[in-house]
């Protein structure tokens, strides 16, 4: 049992202490939806030996300790979830993050609004105007994948990435944005910088985003403009 295909999606083992089904690699929304309820439906039934459930843009990989997990049985009931309808979506919530925009906080900025052949008010206008789905929450402890930005400012990760980008920086990087929750290694062009904490290890849960939540950019007084 290593691997098993059915129409629209994929079923696999990984490793020996993992189980990944796919949907495609694709970012889209309905995507999202169908993994973040089979993920939630996994945890609802609570099999014996899962250690997490992790989900991604398409896919959902739950982490099992194989000396406890009924593998075959996890493997139907993966199988069972697929196949059905998604009955319900999972709950979300809108959270909006003040960004201030250009200067030493998005160094980057003129460098998007040169890609898009428009001015900074313009590439700012463009980056607040959606409502941003978390599709994912990952690399860094906090860090949320979001999208799709309108395409005329999808500009692609930097050919050199840089080796600390602080903490709260907003980027963009293809159709992705994103908010770095702590200091780190990152190619992503940055556009600004809030003042919001996306991880905090004393909160409860510390990451203040959850895939499925909704994301609204707001420019602060001092923005470039």
């Known amino acids: 049992m290593t691997s098993y295909r059915q129409s629209g999606w994929r079923i ?3 490793g ?10 694709l ?14 439906a996994v945890r609802e039934t609570g099999p014996d030996g899962v250690r997490d459930i992790v989900p991604s843009y398409s896919a959902a990989t739950i982490y099992i300790d194989p000396l406890l997990a009924d593998v075959d049985g996890l493997w139907k009931l993966l199988e069972r979830l697929a196949a059905e309808p998604v009955s319900r979506q999972t709950s979300s919530r809108d959270v909006l993050v003040p960004v201030h925009y250009g200067g030493s906080d ?17 590439v700012i206008h463009l980056h607040t105007a959606p409502r941003y789905r978390v599709y994912m929450v990952g690399f860094l402890p906090g860090f949320p994948y979001l999208g799709p930005v309108d395409s005329r400012i999808a500009i692609p990760r930097l050919a050199n990435p840089r080796l600390a980008v602080p903490a709260g920086s907003v980027g963009i990087a293809g159709v992705q944005t994103g ?3 702590t200091v780190a290694p990152g190619g992503w062009c940055l556009i600004g910088r809030t003042s919001v904490k996306a991880f905090d290890q004393d909160r409860d849960p510390p990451s203040l985003f959850r895939p499925g939540d909704f994301v609204r950019f707001e420019a602060v007084a001092g923005s470039t403009r």
């Open 106 to 122: 998005g160094p980057d900025l003129e460098a998007v609004a040169s890609f898009a052949n428009c001015s900074v008010d313009q």
């Open 12 to 14: 696999s083992m990984v």
């Open 179 to 181: 908010i770095y929750p």
């Open 16 to 25: 020996d202490s993992a189980i990944r089904i796919d949907f495609g690699a």
């Open 27 to 40: 970012i889209d929304p309905q995507v999202s939806i169908r993994v973040l309820a089979l993920a939630a």
